[in-house]
């Protein structure tokens, strides 16, 4: 027996993911001449760049804790083939394969321009306002572990009891940035998230939001470093377009002299906020409870 049913004809004409795949065809289209490149003539046929990238939405949208998750979603829902763009008998790609032309999509900086391409159309559609801003930071659990962070100028030491798990004893052993480092992820860092909380190697994620419709308007990872929600936050304000004056919620971590010097050198008004959460956009206002305009 054969069915002639295509996905197309299986997802509702009112199903959410209709208007994001037609919003994210016309930036794909956009960006054909950034995939040229990409595209190899010779080998085996690799994973075409718009498909990945929709791939990487599906993983977004419904939180795909993991990459293989995602491949094995793609096997049997038809809505997730529908939108990604594999007919029924389409195999679906190694998980190894995956995850390495996403590494190469990243590095050719296809994301970023995916990225900023969403922004514009957003603005272009008046759903982004260019004056009232939040910023923020957070910590990204890096994969390297705490048995990993060894002393800089440190050997490979006795053999371990077990090379794939070692057991580590680094009680009442003082441990730093400056004198110790990952051995698997050394640009990873030390850190945590206020006092009280446990340590762990993290990289430091920021994101600048628009307050009015509560859009993502940039995004940096860096070192987790002590200043570094200070310069992502920096770097992410000097980017918004235009020179006109604007609004920048932000919470105690961003009070410092220096910080606050060199948002009135931008033309940024700094709130203060103690709860970012409670951010109220009021009449094309933002009020921002228990802040202090700078």
């Known amino acids: 027996m054969f069915s002639y049913l295509s996905p197309e004809d299986r997802v509702p004409t009112d199903h959410p993911l209709r208007s994001v795949r037609l919003v994210t065809d016309r930036i794909l289209s956009g960006m054909s001449k950034q995939f040229a490149p990409i595209y190899s003539h010779t080998g085996r046929p690799s994973i075409a760049p718009e498909k990945l990238l929709r791939a990487l939405l ?3 949208f419904y939180t795909i804790r993991s990459e293989r998750m995602l491949m094995e979603q793609l096997e049997y829902n038809m809505l997730f083939r529908w939108f990604v763009g594999l007919n029924m008998d389409e195999p679906v790609w190694d998980v190894t394969v995956f995850t390495k032309n996403r590494e190469r999509l990243v ?19 008046n759903l982004m306002s260019d004056e009232h801003f939040t910023v923020d930071g957070t910590l990204l659990e890096a994969s390297a ?4 962070f060894k002393k800089i100028e ?9 090379p794939g798990n070692p057991t580590v004893n680094f009680h009442g052993e003082k441990r730093s940035n400056q004198t110790h480092q990952s051995t698997t992820d050394p640009e990873a860092k030390l850190a945590r998230k206020g006092t009280g909380k446990e ?3 993290s990289y430091s994620g920021h994101v600048l939001m628009e ?6 308007v940039n995004a940096e990872v860096l ?4 200043t570094a929600e200070r310069e992502a936050a920096l770097a992410m304000i000097e980017e918004i377009p235009g020179d006109h004056r604007v609004t920048v919620g932000a919470d105690k971590a961003y009070d410092t002299k220096d910080f606050v010097a060199e948002t009135r050198n931008l033309n940024v008004s700094l709130a203060n906020c103690k709860n970012m959460r409670n951010t109220v956009v009021s009449e094309g206002l933002v ?4 802040c202090s305009i700078s």
Request: glycine residues 10%; hydrophobic residues 45%.
């Open 107 to 125: 590095k050719a900086e296809i994301a970023q321009w995916f990225f900023d391409a969403v922004v514009a159309e957003a603005r272009s559609a």
């Open 154 to 162: 440190e050997g490979d030491g006795p053999a371990a009891d077990d």
């Open 58 to 60: 599906l993983q977004l």
């Open 211 to 216: 307050n009015r419709n509560g859009m993502v």
């Open 145 to 148: 572990s705490l048995k990993s």
């Open 199 to 201: 340590a762990k190697m």
């Open 287 to 290: 009020t921002l409870p228990g």
């Open 223 to 226: 070192a987790a470093t002590g």
